[in-house]
C-alpha cells in the first residue's frame, strides 16, 4: 500500500486585506498588503488629480512587482469582456484617450515562480505546498537558485529518518514543531525525508545618520577642522605604531647615503669583511 505524504500544518490567521488611502503611498514593500480591488479604488480615486500623470508610470511599475498588468481599449467590446471580468482590476490612464490597464495578482503555482520580491509574502504552508508539489523528489531536488530564494525568508532544515521512527515521541519532529516549524513528510522507500520550514522575522534597515557636510562652489567638500585634527592623530599613530614603516626602507635608500658619503656597496662590504 502507498504511503501517504503528511504535512503537519498550523492553521493559518484570516488575511485581513488593508485598505489604501491614497494610490501615491504605495511601494515596492506595500505593493504585497493589498489586493487587485483596492489598487483600482484608490487609482479612479485619485488619477484626477493635479499631479497623478507624473507619478503614474512610476505606480504601474510598481504595480507590475506583484501584479499582471496588461494594457487593453475598453471600446473593444471582447476585449473589455476579457478583463473587465473574471478576477482582473480595471485601472483608467489619466489620460483616457490611452485606454485602460487591466491587473490581477500573480499566481504562484509552481516552485519556479518564486522571487526574491515575494519569497517574504506566503505563508510556509504555501511553501511547502509547493514543494511538495515538485515531483516528490524532496529539498535536494530543488535548484540551488530557487533554494537560495527560499533561504532569504524561511529557515529550512532536513532530515532523513526510517519510517517506523519518524515519530517518535520526543523525536526531531515533535522537537521541531514545538519550536515553531511547519513539516513536510516525503516517503523516499522505508524512509522518509522531513523538511521543516520556519517564517524568517523581518529584517530592521539600519538607518545611519551622517554629520552634515559643507560644499564650496565646485561641489567639493569643505575639510571641518575636526577632520584636520583627525587625519593628524591618524598619521601620528600609523607612525608610532607600525614597525613595517622602518623596515620598508628599500635598499637604494642607503645606497644612495652612500654615494653622498663618496662611498660605494663594495667599500662597505670589503669594511665588513676586514672587521
Known sequence: MKEE???????????????????????????WDFDEYAISEAWERERQGEDFSISEMKLLNTIRLAFEVVHYNPADER????????????LTHCNEEKGCVAIRRKAIERITDLSYENIRHIS?????????????????????????IIETGFEISTTQLPASRIHTPGGTVDKKVAQGFDVLEIPKGTWVEAIFAKKKDPV??????????EYDEDGNPISLPEDLNNDEEN?????DNDDTYYS????????KDL????LSIEDVSESDEDE
Open 235 to 239: 598619521d601620528d599613530d600609523v607612525l
Open 79 to 90: 476585449e473589455a469582456a476579457k478583463y473587465e471580468n473574471g478576477g482582473w482590476a480595471k
Open 259 to 262: 654615494e653622498e658619503e663618496g
Open 5 to 31: 505524504k503528511k504535512t503537519a500544518k498550523k492553521k493559518a490567521p484570516k488575511k485581513t486585506v488593508k485598505k489604501l488611502e491614497s494610490i501615491l503611498d504605495l511601494n515596492s514593500n506595500n505593493i
Open 124 to 148: 510556509t504552508a504555501m511553501l511547502l505546498e509547493l514543494i511538495d508539489r515538485n515531483f516528490g523528489g524532496g529539498w535536494d531536488a530543488i535548484a540551488l537558485a530557487i533554494r537560495d
Open 204 to 213: 530592521e534597515k539600519i538607518h545611519m545618520d551622517l554629520p552634515e557636510r
Open 248 to 255: 620598508s626602507l628599500t635598499p637604494e635608500a642607503d645606497v
